[in-house]
T-cell receptor, first 111, second 113 residues
Framework: DVKVTQSSRYLVKRTGEKVFLECVQD?????MFWYRQDPGLGLRLIYF???????EKGDIPEGYSVSREKKERFSLILESASTNQTSMYLC??????????FGDGTRLSIL | AQSVTQPDIHITVSEGASLELRCNYS??????LFWYVQSPGQGLQLLLK??????LVQGIKGFEAEFKRSQSSFNLRKPSVHWSDAAEYFC???????????FGSGTRLLVRP
C-alpha cells in the first residue's frame, strides 16, 4: 500500500521564519504535489514535480518554493512565513495519471 | 478554464437514509474523475475513480458514482448511510494534458443518529 508521510502533523512558527515541510513517499512515484487546504476553498495546488529536480508552479506559488533532490522526497519551503500562510498543507504522490495518494497533512500556524 | 463545482457545502442525512452528493465539471474533453473522502484531521482517501468504460463505477465503503457526459456530472451515491460516513467529500477532475487534478470546494456530510 502506498504511504505518503509528512514529517509534522502540527507546526507553529513565527512571522518571517523560513519554514520547511517535508514529504516522503515509498512507492517510487514520478509525480509529487503540494496543496494547501482552507475552509470553503477546497484544495489549491501550490507546486508539483514530475521528476527529480523538475518542478512546475501550481495555482498559488507566491511565497513558496520547493525542492526535489531525490525521487521519494518533496519539500515545501516558506521563504519568509506570513500569517496568511496559516493553513493545512497536504502532500500527494501519483504515477502517471493514476489517482493521487495523500499524506495526513501538516497543520501550520504562523504567529 | 477547467473547473469543478460541488454545489452543496453541507448536507445532513439520517443514518440509514440514502445519499447523493453532486459534482459538476467544466472541461472540453472526457475527463478523469475522482471522489475522495477526508475524515477530520486526516488526508484524503480515494473512494472511486472513472477513467473510461462503464459510466457507473463502484468504490470502497459501499459508494458508487455515475458519469453523465450530457450533464457534465459525476454524482456520488450511497444507498444507506452509516454514522462513520460523516466526513468531507471532494470531487476532482484530471485532464489528458496534465498530471494535475482540479478539486471542488468539498461537501461536508453530517449524519443524524
Amino acid at each position: 500500500d502506498v504511504k505518503v508521510t509528512q514529517s509534522s502533523r502540527y507546526l507553529v512558527k513565527r512571522t518571517g521564519e523560513k519554514v520547511f515541510l517535508e514529504c516522503v513517499q515509498d512507492m517510487d512515484h514520478e509525480n509529487m504535489f503540494w496543496y494547501r487546504q482552507d475552509p470553503g476553498l477546497g484544495l489549491r495546488l501550490i507546486y508539483f514535480s514530475y521528476d527529480v529536480k523538475m518542478k512546475e508552479k501550481g495555482d498559488i506559488p507566491e511565497g513558496y518554493s520547493v525542492s526535489r533532490e531525490k525521487k521519494e522526497r518533496f519539500s515545501l519551503i516558506l521563504e519568509s512565513a506570513s500569517t496568511n500562510q496559516t493553513s493545512m498543507y497536504l502532500c500527494a504522490s501519483s504515477e502517471g495519471k493514476q489517482p493521487q495518494h495523500f499524506g495526513d497533512g501538516t497543520r501550520l500556524s504562523i504567529l | 478554464a477547467q473547473s469543478v463545482t460541488q454545489p452543496d457545502i453541507h448536507i445532513t442525512v439520517s443514518e440509514g437514509a440514502s445519499l447523493e452528493l453532486r459534482c459538476n465539471y467544466s472541461y472540453g474533453a472526457t475527463p478523469y474523475l475522482f471522489w475522495y473522502v477526508q475524515s477530520p484531521g486526516q488526508g484524503l482517501q480515494l473512494l472511486l475513480k472513472y477513467f473510461s468504460g462503464d459510466t457507473l463505477v463502484q468504490g470502497i465503503k459501499g459508494f458508487e458514482a455515475e458519469f453523465k457526459r450530457s450533464q457534465s456530472s459525476f454524482n456520488l451515491r450511497k444507498p444507506s448511510v452509516h454514522w462513520s460516513d460523516a466526513a468531507e467529500y471532494f470531487c476532482a477532475v484530471g485532464m489528458d494534458s496534465s498530471y494535475k487534478l482540479i478539486f471542488g470546494s468539498g461537501t461536508r456530510l453530517l449524519v443524524r443518529p
